[in-house]
């Protein structure tokens, strides 16, 4: 089993970036299952937060102002002097 040569260590992996194996204390960052050299991860930046996704709800459909439906008058006729444009 090969070691690595600084650390005397068993090589558990490789760099995702430069491919330069790594034992576990070479690896500088680790994302799941890749893992980066020291070089690597300082190139990488500071680890990125995952920010939740929020999901975006369904804007509700404009439902238009009901318009007051004309009265029927006492002779059962439509008062249409009631309804408003
Ligand atoms: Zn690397
Ligand atoms: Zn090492």
Redesign the pocket.
């Known amino acids: 089993m090969d070691k690595c040569i600084k650390h005397t260590k068993e090589l558990v992996g490789g ?1 995702m ?4 194996r790594l034992c576990e204390f070479c690896i500088a960052r680790k994302e799941g299952l890749k893992v ?2 020291e ?2 991860a300082q190139q990488l930046g500071p680890p990125r937060r995952s920010i939740p996704v929020v999901e975006t709800k369904p804007v509700a459909p404009v439902i238009p102002e009901r318009r007051s439906a004309p009265r029927i008058d006492k002779d059962g006729y439509f008062d249409f002097s009631t309804v408003r444009p």
């Open positions: 760099c970036w430069c491919g330069k980066y050299c070089k690597c």
